[in-house]
């Protein structure tokens, strides 16, 4: 009686956290979904009940990550302390809030950990369940807050801005593709819509356009060419696909809104042929890459994550790529560990193509975008090294 008491308050806390996510409720720097974290990371701590193992390939990964994580909180603090000694006007809070989402992070893959160990394989059910509550919450908080007038412009939806709500939508897709069986088909199919369709084009992001589209391919071929069992969920997939737009469409015409969606996808794909034509689309100088040449002698250790003005490229923003922001803030040593720490949750045995796949989407969005404080990913990163393709493969015939 104890242990279920335990489990239903846990199931019920990250439930509400996946849920309340995609919602910036405060003017402020943590949200409503962060505390409740919080919150489920300290009742977790107190009341730890371990009846599942956790596989020792997902405790590595997590030691590689904490290992990254105080390097880049040694080299944030080190850079504050020296800009405030030599450079007071430069000396940034922005190098504390860095660090502060590396530790938030964490948090973030300790919970899936001990949540784990409390809920054994039913965590993955109960996740994939909390994630589609939350983006079908999205979608009817769009629908509800949109006037006529704005389809045809960026959506923020719940977030702050499009780019946040493109990469949710991607993230959401690709939990979709992993654990897909654990749910019911249209469940399935409807994340997918959701994800690569409504929210993503709401958003007119160029990269998660992109990025959705090239990850649904991928991991969809490589189904279909290897593992025939999927045939059956793929053609219902397009038949429920089929029909869930065709009624969308429908009930947007005779809603008045038809006109102003295709308005919405013609700047859209406007946006998309541009690409090239646009300064933000250029990595050297639009996106930041061309910073690494202001590094000099700080190759090694790097640069912090703060006090952007010290730099010509980009000045006063953060650069727009992943694994470019963490070479220049914490340098060879930084990405190093970093990268560690994402092969070692990535690898899956005989199945890292099929990981890698899934995770192909996010990792071209972290081409353009920096992606690496968003805590869901983490999760899924640490799901992935704990639950690995066999439960991905069988899902709820488990």
Same mark, same amino acid.
């Given at each position: ?55 020792? &390939? ?8 904490v290992c990254f994580m105080v390097w880049a ?63 079908? #919450? ?10 006529? *007038? ?52 709401? #958003? ?61 996808? !013609? ?65 060879l040593i930084g990405l190093f560990l970093w990268?560690?720490?994402?092969? &070692?949750?990535?690898?899956? *045995? ?20 920096? !992606? ?14 704990? #639950?690995?393709?066999?439960?991905? &493969?069988?899902? &709820?015939?488990?």
């Amino acid at each position: 009686m104890v242990v279920e008491k335990r489990t239903f308050f846990a199931k019920f806390l990250i439930c509400a956290y996946l849920i309340l996510k995609p919602f910036y409720l405060l003017d402020a720097p943590f949200q409503i979904s962060d505390i409740i974290l919080i919150i489920l990371f300290v009742y977790l701590a107190c009341v730890r009940y371990v009846n599942y193992i956790v596989p020792s &390939k997902a405790k590595i990964g997590f030691q590689y990550y904490v290992c990254f994580m105080v390097w880049a909180i040694l080299i944030n603090m080190a850079w504050y302390l020296y800009l405030a000694i030599n450079q007071a006007e430069m000396a940034d809070s922005r190098f504390f809030t860095s660090a502060v989402y590396y530790i938030f992070n964490g948090i973030a893959m300790l919970v899936i950990l001990w949540l784990y160990e409390l809920l054994g394989r039913r965590l993955i059910q109960i996740f994939v369940y909390g994630n589609f509550a939350s983006c079908m #919450s999205t979608v009817l908080y769009s629908l509800i807050t949109i006037k006529r *007038e704005d389809w045809s412009s960026r959506q923020v939806a719940g977030f702050q801005n499009p780019n946040q709500l493109a990469y949710y939508a991607v993230v959401i897709m690709a939990v979709a593709v992993l654990w897909g069986g654990y749910i019911l088909t249209k469940m399935q199919v409807l994340l997918m819509l959701a994800g690569a369709l409504y929210l993503n084009m709401i #958003s007119m992001s160029k990269a998660g356009i992109l990025a959705g589209m090239v990850m649904i391919l991928l991991c969809w071929l490589y189904r279909f060419g290897n593992r025939r069992i999927f045939c059956t969920r793929l053609k219902a997939s397009i038949v429920l696909g089929g029909i869930g737009i065709a009624s969308a469409l429908l009930l947007l015409i005779i809603t008045g809104h038809g006109s102003s969606i295709l308005t919405m996808a !013609g700047n859209l794909w406007a946006r998309i042929l541009n690409m090239r034509n646009e300064n933000d689309s250029n990595l050297g100088n639009g996106r930041g890459y061309n910073r690494v040449f202001e590094m000099g002698a700080n190759f090694l250790w790097g640069m912090g994550e703060g006090a952007y003005e010290r730099f010509q490229i980009m000045n006063g923003n953060e650069i727009h790529s992943t694994i470019v922001s963490i070479y220049v803030s914490y340098g060879l040593i930084g990405l190093f560990l970093w990268g560690i720490a994402v092969l &070692k949750l990535l690898l899956q *045995e005989k199945y890292i193509l099929y990981s890698f796949l899934c995770f192909s989407g996010i990792f071209l969005y972290w081409l353009t975008h920096n !992606g690496v404080r968003n805590t869901i990913v983490w999760m899924v990163f640490m799901l992935i090294a704990i #639950s690995g393709y066999h439960s991905m &493969k069988e899902g &709820k015939n488990e």
